[in-house]
């Protein structure tokens, strides 16, 4: 990376995301620092001639010196909360300053939940920013005391966050009950050894639902009517992403059909025809009568066709956009997503000459695109 390329990532990173973020680190495996010294001074020498020195003065900081600005504050921070802990400031006193005088009753009081929060923040951030500068203590211009007294205050405060986590009931240490519950699993449950009662392999959903057809007669007739809408819906949920507006219509008909199985508007022969019909479109999509011959072949058409208005000249645009500019691994790769989305926000330009809306819907498509195994 080099000019206004090194540049830009260096502005980028330090972008605030939250408030939990202070500044951004830079990682130079190349020993590019005069590249990143000459590009800043390129860049910036003119765009910051209006400003005073000392509003543009450390633009580019020392990632050592900020590590210890941050863990230095960090510390100082802890140790004033713990300030009010009473002498000789060992677990027993900081369990009754942060978890209640009878070391329990203050799970409900609100004023020692509020500070041993801010008590588990602080520890985590300083386990963070001591991790950030452990390997180089030296060059941050520690001495070989401070070093071991940080190394016993980063120790001490993580011992303590442990205690008072459990002594609280924040946190459960259930390596302290796996005795007891192995115990009580052995003596009170028994399991008989497994026996083979049939062949599932090649059992599908739409298999499951004729043979519980006899039972649709039967006494059990709604509970056998519930547990093939259960496993349909289950269907219906895992398949849900790769093309939404289909399986969502499919959804909709399997509320109507329970609601009207329950309201008794629906005979139970009637409503067996239903679940059939419903589950072959459900598993086999392409042999829905619903698509155009054009689209029906394919998964990736189909899953556009039906979030594109059902227009098929849209959904064939889009496939064919996607095929000539997708790249192997391109799914969470920032580069090649965005070479996708361009391709898909020509086509949807044309479409509907409004940018904003060509943008919109770039995104909604481009979510869907990632779930089609196809592509």
Partial sequence: MHDHGLFQAVCRVNRLD???????????????????????????SDAFAGYDDEDVNGLVKDRLSEGRRYFDATLDELDELCDGVP?????EEYRIYFCGIDGIGGIDDEFCTRIRQRFYRLVNRLIRGYADIKG??????????????????????THMKDEISLASGDF????????????LID?????????????????????FVIAQAENLDGESKAATAEAIENNIRRSIVEKILINPKY???????????????????????????????????????ENNPHYPENIRHSGA?????????????????????????????????????????QALYAVLLVKFASDAK??????????????????
Wanted: glycine fraction near 4%.
């Fill in 18 to 44: 939250g408030e939990d973020k202070d500044f951004g680190y830079i990682v130079d495996y190349k020993e590019l620092f005069k590249e990143l010294s000459s590009a800043v001074n390129k860049y910036t």
């Fill in 187 to 207: 003596t009170y449950i028994k399991a008989d050894d497994s026996r083979s009662i049939g062949k599932f392999d090649d059992f599908t959903l739409l298999d």
């Fill in 247 to 285: 399986y969502e219509k499919m959804s909709e008909i399997l509320d109507e059909l329970v609601r009207e199985r329950r309201e008794g508007a629906i005979v139970y022969e009637l409503l067996l025809e239903h679940y059939l019909e419903l589950v072959k479109n459900a598993q086999n999509p």
């Fill in 301 to 341: 058409l189909r899953a556009l066709y039906d979030n594109c208005g059902e227009d098929a000249d849209l959904a064939i645009a889009l496939d064919k956009a996607v095929r000539e500019s997708i790249e192997d691994d391109f799914r969470h790769n920032e580069f090649k997503e965005r070479r996708v989305k």
């Fill in 136 to 157: 180089e203590m030296d060059a941050a211009g520690y001495s070989q005391s401070q070093q071991i007294f940080i190394d016993d205050k980063v120790s001490f405060y």
């Fill in 358 to 375: 060509a943008q919109s819907e770039v995104e909604r498509i481009y979510s869907i695109i990632v779930e089609q195994g196809e592509y």
């Fill in 172 to 183: 459960i240490d259930l390596k302290a009950y796996e005795a007891d519950m192995r115990w």
């Fill in 87 to 91: 002498a000789p400031k060992g677990v």
